[in-house]
């Protein structure tokens, strides 16, 4: 069983910042291309960043410059820091990550840390 947690999220000002972290556990032989989604009220659940085995990372455009997505392969983590919050930022934001787990790769979420970014 793999199960993905976060933490981290909570009330930031604008223009502040908040570290978003998704710790991967259970039967786990790697984790490969892991993304930060992030769903607002009222709309469609988008991907914010994503980040490759390697490394090789893809940000949204309105995040560009203010987050980065990182990974710890070691410790099966993977983070997001969010620099210059605006309050268009705010919503749930869920970690979602491709995992090899007994000889099976699977796409699993996690159950989403609320941010709020006040103006």
């Known amino acids: 069983q793999v199960q993905l947690v976060e933490s981290g999220g909570g009330l930031a000002q604008a223009g502040g910042f908040l570290r978003l972290s998704c710790v991967a556990s259970?039967?786990?032989?790697?984790?490969?291309?892991a993304g930060w989604y992030r769903q607002a009220p009222a709309k469609q659940r988008e991907l914010v960043a994503s980040i490759t085995y390697g490394g090789t990372t893809m940000y949204v455009d309105s995040v560009k410059g203010r987050f980065t997505i990182s990974r710890d392969n070691a410790k099966n983590t993977v983070s997001l820091q969010m620099n210059s919050l605006k309050p268009e930022d705010a919503g749930v934001y869920y970690c979602n990550c491709d995992v090899l787990s007994l000889g099976r790769l699977k796409n699993y979420w996690g159950q989403g840390t609320q941010v709020t970014v006040s103006s």
């Open positions: 259970g039967s786990i032989t790697g984790i490969y291309t």
